[in-house]
Every structure is written in C-alpha cells, then in structure tokens.
C-alpha cells in the first residue's frame, strides 16, 4: 500500500494498535507499534485482532443497547438484527474500514480493529515521546502480528528511527522469508526472537507451522551479528518440560560465545487477551489454568542457569 503525499509516493501499513509507555519490550521506555497480519495460530495468543491483515469489527455484546444506529450505516451491511431483536455482526462479510458504526455507536461498543497508516504518521506519534526515550535508553518496538508480514515498511519506518537516533527493536515470530527479515533486520538494534517450541512436530500442533525456517532464520540473524534475544512463551504442558527446556538449550549453546546473543527472556502464560476473542466470536480454546507459580519459574530459570546462559522472567 502507498499514498500520496505532498508529491512523493508514501508507503502504508495497517497496524491494529499503538502502546506507549511499554517496558517490557525491550531497554527503557518504549512505544510498541502492532501490525496486523500474522502466519501462525498460537493456541494463547493475546492479539487475536492482529492475526488477520484485513480490517475486523470487535463487538462488545454486554455494552450493546440494540438501537440499531450502527445497522443504518454500515455500507457492507455486516451489522444486521436478530429476534429480539438483538444486533449481530456478521463475521462472512468483509469490513472495509470506514468506522461509521464505530462513531455512531452511543455506548462504544463496536471497534474497527486495523487502521492505514503512512510512515510519516507513524513517526509522529513515536516522536511524541521522544525524551521518555532518551532519559530511560528506551525507543520503538515493532510487533504485532508478525512484522515482517510487512517488510518494506517496518524497514522504512525503522531506518527513518535510527537516523533520527531512536533505538529500534522488533518481536518476531521468525517465521518469515529470510529476504523479508534480513531486510527489517538491518535497520534493528534488537531482535526479540521467539521460539515457542524447539520440536517442529509440536511446534505445529501449538502454532499451526512447522519450526524449521524459524531456527534457520534464527541462525542465519546470530551468524551474520545482528542483535537477537531469545523470548520463550511458557505454556504449562504445551512447552515447559525438562526434555525441552534441555533440547532448547543445547540448540542455543553454541551462540553463547557471540557478542549478539543477548539472553533469554522468559514470558509466563496468562490470559490478557482473553475477551478480545469473544468481541471477534472466536473461540479460545485454552479452557484450563495455564499459568505458573514464582516458584515454578524460578525453577525453569535456574535449568537455563546451569547452562550459563543469561535469562530474565517477564512478568507482565
């Protein structure tokens, strides 16, 4: 996607959500930019509105007062009614994005996940918190999604950061052509490289893809210097027993030697993300307790320890 703009042609992207003030995702104070559009199904994933690239309408049921405004406006006729009458969305027809029913709405119950920005507008609002980064060493994350679903403007946008002296980072899934990470890479300070699970056969089972590529592109980052720190999503019975903790650290030993290799960083199950599933009527099919006790990942990080490898516990 490109626009216009005061006679030079502006690439777009279409990004889901802006978080400022974010420490968690990467050094210092940062603003986390999410795109929309991602190759793998986690099973947990929190951002269920940045898995599809297209525009989607997220419904708020228990708000709703079925007055019907949005119904009289939506061009696509996606909002209909049903005996009630009560107001449904319907999921078959595609939203074109033109938020009149989100404006209309009176008690806010309807939001159009996925907006069209340029890299100009997005610079704008990065630079809005620039002296928070420079008095934290903080800066601009890049997520999603999958970012690299995107490539030519999350390289874009990252090379105007840098020239601007704005650390940049990006959270990647790996699971990308190399051509389109390496070109991202390139203008990153740091990687957050994730591996979900380091057999391919569940890999697939828990994400719907094999982890090949994804270790192949984590290798290919390392060996050519770039910045990389590991994130390992922990699920309870999904990816946390000893035979892969111990099958992810033998595969991670040989970096320990490199500069680039930052670390490890842990990120514990929860459940943030839970009721953007209803408002999109999907299901989330983690029905059980998945999260840990302190003392369970103090464990799991006392067996990265024994390997000598650095790692840190996030918790949100």
């Not at 509105?49 to 997220?58: A, F």
């Not at 403007?153 to 840098?162: G, H, R, T």
């Not at 899934?173 to 890479?185: E, Q, R």
């Not at 999904?238 to 992810?248: G, K, P």
Request: net charge positive.
């Amino acid at each position: 996607m490109s626009t216009e703009m005061s006679g030079v042609l502006e690439r777009k992207a279409r990004i889901f959500n802006v978080q400022k003030y974010s420490i968690y995702d990467g050094p210092g104070i940062r603003t986390l930019i999410f795109f929309k559009g991602c190759p793998l199904r986690c099973k947990w994933c929190s951002n269920p509105e940045g898995l599809e690239r297209k525009y989607q309408v997220m419904f708020m049921e228990d708000l709703c007062i079925h007055c019907g405004k949005c119904i009289s406006v939506c061009p696509e006729k996606i909002h209909y009614w049903m005996e009630g009458p009560r107001h449904k969305v319907n999921r078959k027809i595609d939203c074109r994005g033109c938020r009149r029913c989100e404006s209309v709405c009176p008690r806010k119950a309807l939001s159009i996940a996925g907006m069209d920005k340029t890299v100009s507008e997005v610079l704008k609002i990065i630079q809005q918190d620039a002296l928070f980064y420079l008095s934290s060493g903080g800066g601009v994350t890049l997520g999603g999604g999958e970012v690299t679903s995107q490539p030519e403007f999350a390289a874009n946008l990252l090379m105007e950061c840098q020239q601007m002296g704005i650390h940049t980072a990006i959270e990647t899934c790996g699971y990308a052509k190399p051509d389109a990470l390496l070109m991202v890479a390139r203008f990153t300070d740091l990687i957050l490289f994730d591996i979900k699970n380091i057999d391919s056969d569940h890999h697939y089972e828990l994400t719907g893809v094999r982890n090949e590529r994804i270790l192949d592109n984590l290798t290919e980052l390392i060996n050519r210097g770039f910045n990389v720190k590991i994130r390992m999503p922990l699920i309870r019975s999904m990816n946390d027993s000893a035979d892969t903790l111990h099958r992810t650290m033998e595969f991670l030993l040989p970096f320990k030697t490199f500069k680039n290799f930052r670390g490890i960083d842990l990120l514990p199950y929860h459940k943030l993300g839970i009721n953007k599933y209803k408002q999109l009527d999907l299901k989330y099919t983690i029905t059980e307790d998945l999260s840990f006790k302190a003392e369970e990942l103090d464990r799991i990080a006392e067996v990265i320890k024994d390997y000598n490898l650095n790692v840190n516990i996030v918790k949100h």
